[in-house]
């Protein structure tokens, strides 16, 4: 049997982390699920990454390039960030792992972190007026909205809507939030 390195046993444990916690979120996921899944030890796990929560915030990154969503008119923004939203299945993973595990205080500060400067910053950067600020926070709430309603609740009657249809009606409710 071929002996593997530190980091070769490293990438192992936080490739299976985070498929573990996609899968089952973090309260669900052990270190012992981690080590089996990664065909190590569990004292590697933790000597590795000191707990199942630094792990956790080590392999749950959400981002979302915004040089291509925040180029374009804000008229066009809201159909083409729910677009980006939906088609990525990798972002569908971490935000529910994310808010499955948000009842721990790091793991809520690190989902905060991503709301405010993946999404708020960004577009806030972009509009003018003296309610800019609140605009662009009611635009992160219609988004969280809608993940909350597709992925959390599983609302069957939004998860069976047409996907150019949900594109259609979301981005027109972001454009009024951002525009009006």
């Given amino acids: 049997m071929t002996r593997r390195s530190g980091e070769a046993t490293r990438q192992e444990i936080r490739s299976a982390a985070m498929r573990l916690f996609r899968e089952r979120g973090f309260a669900r996921t052990s270190v012992r699920d981690i080590a089996a899944l990664a065909r190590s030890n569990p004292a590697l796990v933790i000597r590795h990454f000191g707990t199942k929560e630094l792990l ?63 999404f708020v910053l960004p577009l806030r950067s972009r509009l003018t007026g003296p309610d800019a600020d609140l605009r662009a926070r009611l635009a992160a709430a219609v988004v969280g909205g809608l993940l909350y309603a597709l992925w959390v609740v599983g609302d069957e009657q939004l998860v069976a809507t047409d996907h150019a249809e949900l594109v259609t009606r979301y981005g027109a409710l972001l454009r009024s939030v951002l525009l009006d």
């Avoid at 980006?84 to 793991?107: C, M, T």
């Fill in 56 to 118: 956790f915030l080590e392999t749950m990154h959400l981002t979302i390039d915004d040089e291509p969503l925040l180029d374009v008119p804000l008229e066009q923004f809201g159909e083409r960030f729910v677009e980006r939203l939906l088609a990525d299945d990798d972002i569908r993973g971490v935000y529910l792992a994310l808010v499955r595990g948000s009842n721990e205080a790091q793991i809520k500060a690190r989902l905060q972190n991503i709301h405010e400067t993946t």
